[in-house]
Each structure stands twice: as C-alpha cells, then as structure tokens.
C-alpha cells in the first residue's frame, strides 16, 4: 500500500473495525459502555494512527491509538 495524505476506503474499514472493538470494552476507566467518542485520522508524513477520542459520563476524557501504519522512506507501509 502507497501511503496517501487523504484517508483510503481501507483506512476507514481499518478505523471502523478497531472502533468496533474499542467500543465494546466500554469507557477504560469506569467501563461503561455508553460514552460519547470520536474516531479520528492522523496522516503523519511517517505514520498514519487511527485514534479513538472518549468523553465518558465519568469524567474520564483520553484519546487512544486504536491502530496505526508507518511507512518507510519511499512511503510504503513498512511490516
Ligand atoms: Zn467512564
């Protein structure tokens, strides 16, 4: 896969899976499952993460990386 500076059609397979899961597990600190979040892109010239941004009831607000790519010089996805 070329890296891209637009998300890809897999890129947003890739975020929704993830999402799925993330969701799922519910809020990390109170384990709620009904919490506000967004699912973001961030396209790094060497990376690209896929991030979930929780605001949970609870108070807990964090962002974690569900899943991320990184390319090498020549912007291929590095193994
Ligand atoms: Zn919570």
New binding site residues.
């Given amino acids: 896969m070329i890296k891209q500076d637009e998300p890809t059609i897999e890129d947003i397979s890739i975020l929704e899976n993830v999402l799925v899961a993330a969701v799922d597990k519910g ?1 990390r ?2 384990g ?1 499952l009904i ?1 506000t979040y967004q699912a973001g892109l961030s396209i790094e010239k060497e990376s690209k993460l896929y991030l979930f941004s929780v605001d ?3 108070g ?1 607000e964090y962002v974690e990386i569900l899943d991320a790519r990184y390319f090498d010089d020549n912007g291929n996805e590095e193994e």
Avoid: K
Wanted: charged share 10%; aromatic share 12%; hydrophobic share 35%.
């Fill in positions: 809020c600190e109170c709620n919490f949970c009831a609870c807990a």
